[in-house]
């Protein structure tokens, strides 16, 4: 009995792939990115470099809606409930003036004298107030957030520019 010749595997070097190609089809030219490109690898990097290329959806100008309750002070960011109360109010004092003329500092005595906010008379806490919004916000992981930069001083962030439109429901 004889024993079967042992099997070799054939290895195609780059030359010798193009030296096949070329003789399979002697007009075409043959370079490393034909070849490349014509693998499902070639495909996926164009992919990816397009996409890198691309403007993500991220970077583009979200619209935030803010829905305003009158009644109870509730505040909904995209039909999402936030906060409500005083400082549902607060947050939508803050996003008007920011909508309005771009205002991102506030003082607090300002604050305090804003009627529409209604702020009890004897003792406001807004301090505490401030202090609850501020985790809402970061909880929620909304593009604005609110922080107190100084003494007295309450800053506004929006993390991107967006469009803003606010909507107040009796």
């Given at each position: ?17 193009r ?12 370079n ?10 070639g ?80 003792k ?6 401030l202090?609850?919004?501020?985790r ?35």
């Amino acid at each position: 009995m004889v024993a079967p010749a042992p099997m070799r595997i054939a290895t195609i070097t780059p030359e010798a792939r193009r030296e096949k190609l070329r003789n399979e089809v002697p007009n075409m030219t043959v370079n490393e990115n034909d070849l490349w490109n014509s693998l499902p690898f070639g495909r996926m990097r164009r992919w990816l470099e397009s996409a890198l290329h691309a403007e993500s959806p991220h970077r583009r100008r979200r619209q935030l809606h803010v829905r305003c309750h009158r009644r109870d002070g509730a505040l909904f960011v995209n039909d999402e409930y936030v906060i409500r109360g005083v400082a549902g109010r607060l947050l939508r004092h803050f996003l008007c003036a920011y909508a309005e003329n771009g205002t991102t500092e506030f003082f607090n005595r300002d604050v305090r004298r804003q009627q529409s906010l209604l702020l009890p008379a004897d003792k406001d806490n807004l301090e505490a107030r401030l202090i609850l919004l501020e985790r809402r916000l970061a909880q929620k992981q909304l593009p604005v957030r609110v922080a107190r930069r100084n003494r007295g001083c309450i800053s506004l962030t929006v993390d991107e520019p967006s469009r803003l439109r606010i909507t107040d429901v009796a």
